[in-house]
């Protein structure tokens, strides 16, 4: 269960970020603890979010926007945090149909905000309440060191040795079978993509029958009796998301 849920609010206009941040403050009122955060444009939300790696769970997101629009900005989160519950919220009803190539979690309407965000804050809650969240302690050089199995990204062999590499772009390294690190993170996000390395698939950007790209930029090679499995695994990352 996550403790904290951390809420990101972007839009140029002061009062429809106080109207939103009034609505949440109220809905999470005696029932969860919240950071919230606030932006006015999208380039300082990008900075936070993309370049500082600054993970929210929820970004309640205004589509027309001067400099950079709520689309492009939606599209660059994405590519680096697929998993964000993003909340498009808007006066243009038009854009609903354009914006569902973003993957958006709900389409707000400013005019009935007080219903529908409220709406779609309760159903967050529920999917954030589902996913997996589990730490796993791992021993090296005889000092116990505690992972989020949500930050690993992939884990690869090396001499008997398994090569860890974490979201924030660091990598462990420990003496642990595959088979013995698979059994204790215990979760399906993790797939093998050859007898030497799986990955978590929540970080997979792109995938064929023969290789995968990771959100991290790492490229690695799938065996060819993997493919259908890795497939399989992604899919069912993201029906299990919805």
Not at 36 to 65: C, G, H, P, Q, R
Not at 83 to 96: G, K, M, R, W
Not at 223 to 242: E, F, M, P, T
């Amino acid at each position: 269960m996550i403790l904290i849920i951390k809420i990101d609010i972007c839009d140029d206009e002061q009062l429809w970020i106080d109207k939103a941040r009034d609505i949440v403050a109220n809905f999470f009122k005696d029932k969860r603890e919240i950071e919230l955060n606030y932006f006015n444009n999208s380039k300082s939300l990008i900075n936070t979010i993309v370049n500082k790696k600054e993970y929210a769970d929820i970004v309640i997101l205004d589509i027309d926007m001067p400099e950079m629009n709520g689309f492009e900005t939606a599209k660059l989160i994405k590519d680096v945090y697929p998993d964000i519950l993003l909340l498009f919220y808007t006066v243009h009803e038009q854009y609903v149909f354009e914006s569902f190539q973003f993957q958006p979690f709900r389409y707000i309407r400013k005019v009935n905000a007080d219903r529908e965000l409220e709406l779609a804050l309760s159903a967050a809650v529920k999917v954030l309440s589902k996913r997996i969240e589990k730490d796993i302690i791992l021993k090296i050089n005889n000092d116990n060191y505690v992972v989020d199995i949500n930050n690993i990204v992939y884990f690869e062999t090396e001499k008997r040795r398994c090569n860890i590499y974490l979201n924030d772009e660091n990598k462990i390294n420990v003496r642990i079978t595959i088979k013995e690190l698979l059994h204790e993170i215990d979760s399906p996000d993790f797939v093998m993509i050859h007898s030497g390395a799986a990955v978590n698939v929540r970080y997979i950007k792109h995938i064929s029958n023969y290789d995968v790209n990771l959100e991290s930029g790492a490229h690695l090679i799938i065996s060819r009796g993997r493919a259908n499995d890795v497939k399989a695994a992604l899919a069912d990352y993201w029906r299990r998301k919805i």
